[in-house]
């Protein structure tokens, strides 16, 4: 996919975006919804720079809130939600995670957390450590192969150890099919 950049600006407001075609269009449609949202709801005004989608902030919706957007735009239930994610005042804890073989639930738990990350602090950044722990947990921790797991994740994650994990937006709109795919 070829690809393209986008600035807009209305006022004060401006968003600018770079990176595939299909993207950059999806972040022409939030802008728009930005602004014609009542301007009195927002939570803050709009990202200054939003640049290629691996590097990039959650662009917010007109909510105000990331994940709110994130999950409308995928058609993400709340019942979906409950069978993998525990709803508490801050947001999202990860209970369960998805996939057959250990190594698909070892990625997926990481790109899960994400989820959990954009509901509590509304980015997309993973805690190593916790990670692991949650891994550990849902008997999806393998020492030996850890690393070479999240390897395998190509441009669904990027980071690592230290500072963290960050699930980028592929990571995130693969991990919005998985949930999708949940049986209610």
């Known amino acids: 996919m070829a690809d393209a950049e986008l600035t807009?600006?209305?006022?004060?407001?401006e968003v600018r975006a770079r990176g595939a075609q299909e993207w950059v269009s999806e972040q022409r449609e939030f802008f728009k919804e930005y602004l014609i949202a009542d301007r009195s709801k927002r939570a803050e005004p709009a990202p200054d720079h939003v640049s290629n989608p691996g590097e990039s902030r959650m662009v917010e919706g007109a909510s105000g809130?990331?994940?709110d957007r994130w999950a409308k735009q995928h058609g993400i239930t709340?019942?979906?939600?409950?069978?993998?994610?525990?709803?508490?005042?801050?947001g999202l804890?990860?209970?369960?995670t998805l996939?057959?073989?250990?190594?698909?639930?070892?990625?997926?738990?990481?790109?899960?957390?994400g989820v959990s990350a954009l509901s509590r602090?509304?980015?997309?950044i993973v805690d190593d450590?916790?990670?692991r722990e949650i891994c550990k947990r849902l008997g999806c921790y393998d020492p030996k192969h850890h690393m070479e797991r999240l390897?395998?994740?190509g441009n669904r994650l990027t980071g690592g150890k230290q500072p963290g994990w960050r699930v980028t937006t592929p990571g995130m709109t693969a991990v919005a099919t998985l949930i999708k795919q949940v049986q209610i």
């Open 8 to 13: 807009l600006k209305v006022g004060d407001v």
């Open 65 to 67: 809130q990331p994940f």
């Open 78 to 90: 709340e019942e979906q939600l409950d069978q993998l994610f525990f709803r508490d005042k801050d």
């Open 93 to 96: 804890k990860l209970i369960d």
């Open 99 to 113: 996939g057959d073989a250990e190594k698909d639930r070892t990625l997926n738990t990481y790109l899960l957390m």
């Open 121 to 124: 602090a509304g980015d997309t």
């Open 129 to 131: 450590g916790e990670a």
């Open 151 to 153: 390897a395998e994740a």
